[in-house]
């Protein structure tokens, strides 16, 4: 179902459940990916799962009380919807991941570079600092805020959501930075218009020029 490389550490569910470190009751994850020391719970939702599947999972999540990081492998993003809140649950970072062979490998791709030199790369001609609002990761010397999401991460884009809310916040120039193929659902979930920046092709860089020192 999953292949990763093995920089990528994953322990299949089953492992984990004989250890006892989650609760009995997150029942359809599929393992624990470490990336960056960063450990998420994994979950996949197929084309095959039936809605009360998806139900069942996004309960699950909620009721994950050892670890507020995770990661759904979703095959097809309409299944992510008003009706559901986007697979927003609150306290947990919630990323979603199309999981095609070309976005496998951008985990390890993102895993392996230096973010912030992607983002110079991005806004060059720019000096790139560190956010001083909790909602951007980066930020220009001309106070344009960048929320760096190479993959849907539900609990940033509600965070969003709630200082759109506000009057004073909702003021400030935001820029996404997330790949192609997440722009129609993120806009979709958000509740007001944001500026988006594809990012493939500076990750498609990075991987090409890595593969050649290789």
């Known amino acids: 179902m999953l292949g990763f490389e093995d920089d990528i550490n994953f322990i299949p569910s089953w492992e984990l459940k004989e250890n ?18 960063n450990k998420y719970i994994v979950y996949y939702i197929s084309n095959r799962n039936n809605p009360l599947y998806v139900k069942q999972t996004l309960t699950d999540i909620n009721k994950m009380f050892s670890n507020d990081k995770i990661i759904v492998f979703l095959e097809d993003f ?18 979603v991941i199309n999981p095609t062979d070309n976005n496998l490998e951008l985990i390890k791709t993102i895993k392996d ?23 951007a990761d980066f930020m220009t010397e001309d106070k344009k805020y960048i929320v760096f999401m190479p993959f849907i991460d539900t609990g940033k884009l509600h965070k969003l959501n709630i200082a759109y809310g506000d009057n004073k916040e909702s003021k400030r120039n935001i820029d996404i930075l997330t790949l192609k193929g997440n722009r129609s659902k993120i806009n979709e979930m958000l509740v007001k218009s944001t500026n988006i920046i594809e990012i493939d092709r500076y990750l498609d860089k990075i991987r090409n020029e890595s593969m050649l020192c290789e």
């Open 20 to 37: 006892n470190i989650y609760t009995d009751l997150g029942r359809k994850y599929i393992g624990e990916l470490e990336i960056l020391q």
């Open 113 to 135: 570079v230096d973010i912030y030199d992607v983002v110079k790369e991005i806004y060059k001609g720019k000096e790139i600092l560190l956010s001083n609002w909790n909602k």
């Open 78 to 95: 309409k299944r992510m919807n008003k009706r559901n809140k986007y697979f927003t649950i609150s306290g947990k970072s919630i990323q």
